[in-house]
């Protein structure tokens, strides 16, 4: 690497650092400088012209700070080194311990989720969200969590994570997305519109440019993505003129975690779809051949807001005498009324008897096919 490409590089890693941490060149460029010994970069770039060069160890140093606020997919292309340290910081990040306590660290739909047994960290993908921390049971002194030490540690590591996240995004998103112009305006990341002022669709508030660009598009008042958030309030009939400025929860500590206990053993929530897939096996069951099995699959089956069942079967697959003994076994477990009716519909195939002189679906197919066959070579379809 010549002296003057050294130069060159610290400038393309200091707008990249600008990108990820939402800041501006000149800014990025004196961290650059100060990572070297600097004041500033414009100390820098005098002792560059008095024959200063960055050594290998220091390009080095640069590298791996802006890595750590870069994305790794954008910093592969990156320095071989720094890729190595980048890889082997994340297979530690992903599993690792904290004093005796195991964890696994992931990403999920840009959340950061910290968990171990019993226990889970959730840093939101809104910056101005609070760390959400989860525990099966009270504080009783078994879980890490509730440990002042630990947790400060772990809430250090997600946050970290979620640093990295943010600016992944950031680089992902247009440039005046992140930064706004000396008007406040922002470009949209999603739509493209550009302005200075802004409406959440939740929360009926107006937003400034810089305050929407400094929460990643999130609203300040109530956290909505940037999928609710657009440059005009369309669903006011004043166009949002009325509407009053949208102010962060001052009270509100950001930094301190909200503690939810959450009961996570099973529990059964009947809906129409578990309902109607009850009652069908159960039909199945009823079934004694395979012109019923083809009726109960066939059948029509709706819940309604009660869970009762009502249960419409076709009449040449199934017996209008036969009683559904199965099914009402079930919806007296389940605690619910069924209602059973014969219709008449088209059938799937043409002779529905065949179906009621065997219980094996093979052999009823190769009736099937055989009757099929025969009525295809008929003199009648010749005409």
Known sequence: MTETTKLNSLKHLAKRYARAKRITQNQALNLVAEKLGFADWTKLVSANKKDWRPSSEQMEGVEAFVANAFPAADF??????????????????????????????????HDIIMMGDGWSI???????????????????????????EFLQEALSLARNRADRVHGEISTDWPRRSTKPDHDG?????????????????HCDGKITGTQIAQNLWHCPGCGASPLDIFNTAFWCEDEGKSLSPVKADGAKDNDKPDFRVVDDTPKLELNAEKIT??????????????????????????VDDDNDVWISVEEDLWPHDK?????????????????LET?????????????????????????????????????????
């Open 76 to 109: 592969q292309a990156g320095h071989p080194d720094a890729m190595a340290r980048r890889s082997a910081y994340l297979d530690d990040a992903e599993h690792g311990m904290i004093g005796d306590h195991p964890y696994r660290l992931l990403v999920t739909l």
């Open 277 to 302: 897939l009850l009652i069908r096996s159960a039909l199945l069951d009823d079934a004694t051949n395979v012109s019923e099995r083809l009726g109960a699959l066939h059948a029509e089956i709706t």
């Open 343 to 383: 219709t008449w519909s088209t059938v799937p195939f043409h002779w529905p008897g065949l179906g009621e002189i065997t219980s094996s679906t093979s052999e009823y197919t190769q009736m099937m096919l055989e009757a099929y066959a025969r009525y295809d070579s008929s003199p009648d379809n010749d005409m």
């Open 323 to 339: 009683e559904p003994v199965q099914v009402l076994i079930v919806a007296t477990q389940l605690g619910i009324e069924v209602e």
């Open 122 to 148: 959730t840093v939101p993908e809104n910056p101005g969200a609070r760390p959400i921390v989860q525990t099966v049971t009270e504080d009783d002194g078994k879980f890490p969590v509730f440990d002042p």
């Open 185 to 201: 305006v922002v470009r949209h990341p999603l739509w493209g519109d550009e302005s200075a002022v802004w409406y959440c669709l």
